[in-house]
């Protein structure tokens, strides 16, 4: 288990380039598993998540070739299906949520797939059922043995569905159990954040028939086969977010580069309500230096809350950096998590650092605001999550005194080489 140790109150000063999206990759590399052609991929972030789910795919037969620093070229010519029956596959797997998004492309192209229980963040509850019930409508059947999900459907036929939740993980795989299946699929209650979009026209340009695009209502035309392409991710919102709320919280001047800004959706929004000023300049967002920002009312006056909701609504995965940002904001939040049970658990270290928080429930939590009256203090905590984990570091960034953080391989998940970045625009982290 490796470790961060910060030195905590250092003001930053300088640029970031995000990395390409984390959630975007494990859609777009379970995706070539639909062609036997190659595809080449731009802009993949060097994390663990994805780094495992490459090596997976390596392992199941597709050849991956490292054409760039951040580009790869996969072909699925020789998927060795056998491969699914082994206990390698069952462990590398399971150590990752977007394995899970395998099983739409194996049971489009191979007439069957299998999976164990995906991992991923330990967050909450995380049903699948609108990932199985979505390929039972496709005329797929399934079967659940306790360790193992299988799915097997030889004749995959379009049909109506309208999807229990909008699930962002279940709409992809649905999707890509649909692009080649017999006649027109019609995908209503769709998730359709700029990932799912992303996935789209990066299937479009193979030569499936989705229009929809950017709605919850997708229409897919079935397909023969589908053929290779190039594609590019975008830069990881979640990261940008992050690191709005790291400038804030560390008063640091930091220009974040080339961010897609139209594709943010109401994330600058959200962090200009707690009071956060930034300016677009270009495809860049400056965030000044700031030693006050002041939490936003609502219009009728009451009490800010910043809560989740599918796309085009607030992510769930940065509510945690809300939540942390406001510590230092004067001003009361409210932070509802309607999502996850289990994500605000880790505000007990923040208050043992000495933010003003009440868990009034495991959904919602309130930040009264320190308005820099006083300084967190660092202490030894662990990272339950890879959000916690990075709302954990930017409190210590913040704090006064030194912090070990736990359990990084967490944080080691989602964002690529943070400790170096972070260090190079004025950070103090030792990776131990
Ligand atoms: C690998 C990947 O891409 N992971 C992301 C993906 O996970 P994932 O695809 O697993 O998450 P889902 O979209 O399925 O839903 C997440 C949770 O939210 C609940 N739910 C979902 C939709 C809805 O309309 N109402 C609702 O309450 C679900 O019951 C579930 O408990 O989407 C989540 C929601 O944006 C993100 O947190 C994860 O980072
Ligand atoms: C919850 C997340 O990831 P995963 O779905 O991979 O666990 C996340 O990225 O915040």
Redesign the pocket.
Known sequence: MASFKITGGRQLKGELVPQGA??EALQILCAVLLTSEPVTIHNIPNIR?VNQLIDLLGDMGVWVTRTGESSYRFQASDVNLDYLETDAFKRKAAA???SVMLLGPMLARFKKGRIPRPG??K?GRRRLDTHFLGFEKLGAEFHFDGDFYRVEGEHLKGTYMLLDEASVTGTANVLMAAVMAEGTTTIYNAACEPYLQQLSKMLNAMGAKISGVGSNLLTIEGVSELHGTDHTMLPDM?EIGSFIGLAAMTQSEITIKNCRIPELGIIPDVFKRLGIQMEFRGDDIYIPSQDRYQVDTFLDGGMMTISDAPWPGFTP?LLSIVLVTAIQAQGTVLVHQKMFESRLFFVDKLIEMGAQIILCDPHRATVVGLGRQQQLRGIRMTSPD??AGVSLLIAALSASGSSIIDNIEQIDR?YQNIDTRLNAIGAEIVRL
């Open positions: 984390k959630n998540d990752l949520r977007g991923g963040d967050i979640i995965d890879i959000r989602g």
